[in-house]
């Protein structure tokens, strides 16, 4: 098998696996009475499912196939690789969520419209931008802005986990 198929093939069960366990907790949240949606407690677990997550599916690659060597831009790839394929199951996920529930969407859409009171009260133009933000919010845009959201926050988070899990040989400088 090619390196380039073992990569995808590996890391890609991988950010499923992790993909699956933010489902879990996410469903787990919702069906103990908990709101889901900018919900600080559910976003924390997942940062925390993705460091670890990040680290062990990339530790655990360079150690299998790249002889224990790792540069720190492929070690970033990886984490950003497995990170990213979790992300887009976890939006799928929600984008389901959304539409098979549409008071979780109306609860979204409240707490949005509520954050614009709070941060433009006073502002003329504070009815349009609610206007505007009701026709926004729709399961396909709370998707995609969770997937935003986690693939930026992977990155961020990635920058130093890649440093932590970069190895040169011995030779190299």
Known sequence: MSNRRTFVIQN???GLCIGISFI??????QHTGQVICMNAQLNN??????????FIGT?????????GLLTYSKALGICIFILGVASL???IYTFLLYIS???LQSTYLQMMLQILEELYQGVPHLDSMKTLMESLITPGFIAF????NKILTSFIFSLPLAFILRRRSNNTI
């Open 12 to 14: 890609g069960l991988f």
């Open 24 to 29: 879990a907790v996410a469903y787990l949240f």
């Open 45 to 54: 677990t997942l940062l925390l499912l993705s460091m670890l997550g990040a």
């Open 59 to 67: 530790h655990k690659y360079r150690e299998e196939h790249l002889g």
């Open 89 to 91: 199951l976890y939006s």
């Open 101 to 103: 529930e549409p008071e």
């Open 145 to 148: 802005s969770e997937f935003i």
